[in-house]
């Protein structure tokens, strides 16, 4: 393991480029997705100081012919990413990757339920500033997202942003303008930066809790008949309970014989209105086989489905426990199991599996 370590250390960072604020050039329509970012990136490298400079890896920048604001991201890019870094791993220390941040933490928590622990550290980062503007916070979070792709002793995918190594199926973001704009909310940082790239956790992996060795899951993944095509055009829709909700709303998602998974986002502890005509929607959508998972509307904690009379329904219609994973890392990973071919009960079983630390209870 240490010459391993060693050997990868001396490779070359991979930088993907996809776009975001990061990257963006002022144009007459506002701001845009610029090229030539190699460029850009080295002549803002250049401004560091001599001994920050030394120290940093050797990088090698690979810029997508479709450069995009992240809010034009669909699970078929997810999946796309994920395969070409599995592709490209070999003769890199570790891969960054450079994305807007508006859905940065989904494709974080998609690629860390896909990549799991791919041998490499996988770094997603990006900006609120673009990397020319005066003051900007882009060159101190590639910097740092450089220096963590080079740590040999990572292995997974992790947020950095403003200092902080947060893991990639953890993090959310929080604010809509602040440079410090993500946290993740149930799981401590990994790490930090401040001069060095300082590790917390001693273990080689970026589980908070291990991801279990699990052969089943990794050969999923990998599988070529998964189809992202289709779960790319909505089938998976995103519900956050509000007072009033009325069964014919519900309804309207989850009877659309189009949606096949559903994230539901309740009260608290995992609570919702104890309306019969609510759960008889939730019923009938888990008799279709409709894949529904269930987190708190609140950032911070788990839900405990059944802890209120009025959230029994719940189970009884079969939707999931998302315990204190993310809305992120809940939808994203509904997304991958419902891509999959597999059957209902696989899906339920493989759901409640932790596939990277995304979650802290099994
Ligand atoms: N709209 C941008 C994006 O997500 C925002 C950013 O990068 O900060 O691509």
């Not at 401040?194 to 956790?201: E, Q, V």
């Not at 405990?304 to 809305?327: C, F, N």
């Not at 419902?338 to 990277?356: G, I, K, S, V, Y």
Request: aromatic share 6%.
């Amino acid at each position: 393991m240490g010459n391993t370590a060693d050997r990868r250390h001396a490779l070359p960072v991979r930088v993907i480029y996809t776009g975001g604020t990061v990257g963006m050039l002022p144009g007459a329509g506002g701001l845009a997705p610029g090229g030539d970012f190699a460029a850009r990136l080295e002549k803002a490298l250049a401004t560091l100081p001599a001994d920050r400079r030394r120290t940093l890896p050797a990088r090698r920048v690979h810029s997508y012919s479709r450069l995009i604001d992240s809010s034009a991201v669909t699970p078929l890019d997810w999946h796309a990413l994920a395969e070409d870094i599995r592709a490209h791993r070999t003769g890199y220390a570790g891969v960054v990757v450079v994305h807007g941040t508006d859905t940065l933490s989904w494709t974080a928590a998609s690629l860390a339920l896909q990549l799991r622990a791919p041998g490499l550290p996988v770094i997603v980062t990006g900006a609120m500033q673009p990397l020319e503007a005066s003051g900007s916070d882009a060159l101190g979070n590639l910097e740092g997202a450089l220096r963590f792709a080079a740590e040999p002793g990572l292995d997974g995918v992790a947020v950095y942003f403003a200092g902080r190594l947060l893991h990639g199926a953890r993090a959310t973001k929080e604010h809509a303008s602040a440079a410090d704009a993500f946290a993740s909310p149930n799981a401590p940082a990994l790490g930090d930066y401040r001069g060095a790239p300082r590790l917390f956790t001693s273990s080689p992996g970026m589980a908070t809790n291990a991801a279990e060795p699990d052969d089943e899951i990794d050969s999923l993944l990998t599988r070529a008949s998964a189809d992202y095509e289709r779960v790319s055009r909505g089938e998976v829709a995103r519900i956050v309970l509000w007072p009033g909700i009325a069964a014919w709303q519900l309804s309207a998602w989850l009877e659309d014989s189009r949606v096949t998974g559903a994230l539901l986002e309740l009260w608290g502890a995992g609570n919702m209105a104890d309306d019969p005509a609510l759960r008889a929607v939730l019923e009938r959508a888990g008799n279709r086989g409709k894949l529904m998972a269930a987190v708190s509307q609140c950032p911070r904690g788990s839900v405990a489905m059944g802890a209120y009379a009025a959230g029994q329904g719940l189970e009884q219609a079969g939707v999931l426990s998302g315990a204190d994973m993310t809305p992120e890392a809940v939808y994203t990973k509904l997304v991958h199991l419902l891509a999959l071919p597999l059957d209902n009960a696989a899906r339920r079983r493989l759901f409640a599996a932790c596939w990277a630390g995304e979650r802290s209870e099994g």
